[in-house]
């Protein structure tokens, strides 16, 4: 079975370390934050200017003020700071921040990343993404492993124009997880009950299959 | 003498000086801390052919968004655009030209302009179309793209509370790009929701000191939330 999008969360979630700085993209990425392992101190930051994101509010606290990279209104945590958004890409051009979790439309065997334009489709914007994916050493990409047509986004070259040049190395799929090393993506975990062979057909760019490939326990 | 007072008391004083063709950097994310009644002053002044420097565009019928209604844009840097059907109408039909921009870089192209630094170095673009046309340098192993400042004519600002002065404090996420925005404007222009007495506000925290401010007005704010999310 391909991963749910809470349990892509929660494999993204067993990365986190006590005591990261974390910043998590809109869509499954944000699901992250609902899986910070109990006792574990993560502070989340949102590219618009804070750092220590909490909980979505009440309606009765909510506060036009107070947003998320998303636009959402949030809450800070205790402790949290808030600042401009050069401070705020200062953290993140600045290596920073711990980790980065982002969406995609390809990654390739080369690192490179697309993920904010289709040709000929109406383009609104990369936002902060190419800040974040040239800024952090860190960076999980989360996506389906093929889209719905079957066409593989792991790819030996991105089609798509790029968000950032060699620089992923770690990729969740709804299928497998996947680190990307010398050229090709090595398969180090596939989802339960989903075939090599699955994975296989629906990987386009070179696949290194390690004699043994545990399977995600959940 | 008006001396170091920096405080108007009409929007008609405020944008005054404000010509077709300007270039006008505007502070706010989305529509968190945007200054929505000098945005709605250079609708009333019909001014045309603008260069807007902002992160979004507003939304429709709020926001920057108004200023598309008579086609008073015709040039928007931005790194997101998405909210808004006229924006895309516009850009469609080849009214509006669009600079996508990273987000991290248009605020360093602020911070760069406002603090007299020509251009920087970054990694962010490098091998994507933003680095189309862009000089780059290797240092130390590693390729980063020229990316230009910005100036603009006039900088309009949210601020939460400003003094006499100029000195200026924003409110929680509201502060986003309104600082490095201050900076840049030859015509800095702060709105705020309250005038305090020089002297109230500490000075070690300042976010945006009076020298960068050319003229304060106090209005009255809708805060419009684009994207309300509550945990219930």
């Avoid at chain 2, 309250?194 to 945006?208: F, K, M, R, S």
Wanted: net charge negative; proline share 3%; hydrophobic share 40%.
């Amino acid at each position: 079975m391909a991963l749910s999008r809470d349990q892509m969360a929660i494999r993204v979630a067993r990365e986190l370390q006590d005591g990261y700085y974390v910043n998590l993209g809109i869509g499954i990425p944000t699901l992250v934050a609902n899986f910070i392992p109990d006792g574990m101190e993560v502070m989340l930051q949102s590219e618009n200017g804070l750092l220590g994101m909490g909980s979505f509010p009440s309606e009765d606290s909510v506060d036009a003020d107070m947003i998320n990279a998303g636009k959402q209104t949030v809450t800070a945590v205790s402790g949290s700071s808030i600042f401009s958004s050069a401070e705020s890409f200062a953290m993140i051009r600045g290596g920073h921040v711990d980790l980065t979790v982002l969406g995609a439309f390809e990654v390739d065997v080369s690192g490179n990343i697309a993920s904010w334009m289709i040709p000929k489709k109406l383009i609104k914007g990369m936002g902060g993404a190419m800040d974040l994916v040239a800024g952090a050493d860190n960076i999980i990409v989360t996506m389906t492993h093929a889209s719905k047509n079957g066409d593989s986004k792991l790819l030996d070259v991105c089609s798509l124009p790029l968000t950032g040049k060699g620089c992923i190395k770690k990729v969740l799929t709804d299928l497998a997880w996947l680190e990307i090393e010398n050229g090709a993506f090595v398969l180090k975990e596939r989802a339960p009950g989903v075939s090599i062979e699955e994975i296989k057909a629906k990987t386009q760019g070179r696949l290194i299959v390690p004699e043994h490939v545990p399977e995600m326990v959940f | 003498m008006a001396g170091f007072n920096k405080v108007v008391t009409t929007y008609e004083d405020a944008m005054s000086g404000l010509q077709d063709g300007m270039t006008v950097i505007a502070g706010g994310f989305g529509l968190c801390g945007i200054p929505e009644n000098l945005i709605a002053e250079i609708k009333r002044l019909k001014t045309k052919n603008l260069t807007v420097v902002s992160n979004n565009c507003g939304v429709d019928g709020f926001g920057l968004g108004i200023l598309l209604e008579d086609k008073q844009v015709s040039k928007m840097v931005s790194s997101y655009v998405g909210e808004n059907a006229l924006f895309e109408k516009q850009v469609l039909n080849g009214e509006l030209d669009v600079e996508l921009t990273p987000q991290g870089t248009l605020a360093e192209k602020m911070r760069a302009g406002g603090a007299g630094i020509p251009g920087f170095y970054t990694a962010t673009g490098v091998g994507t179309p933003v680095a189309e046309g862009k000089d780059t340098r290797f240092f130390n192993g590693r390729e980063y793209l020229l990316e230009e400042a910005i100036t603009g004519d006039f900088a309009i600002v949210k601020g939460w509370k400003a003094d006499r002065y100029g000195n200026v404090i924003y409110r929680h996420t509201a502060q986003n790009f309104n600082p490095m925005a201050a900076t840049a404007g030859k015509i800095t222009v702060v709105e705020v929701e309250e005038l305090v007495e020089v002297g109230e506000l500490d000075p070690a925290h300042i976010h945006t000191p009076g020298i960068y401010v050319d003229r304060v007005i106090v209005g009255t704010f809708e805060k419009r939330i684009e994207n309300r999310t509550t945990s219930e």
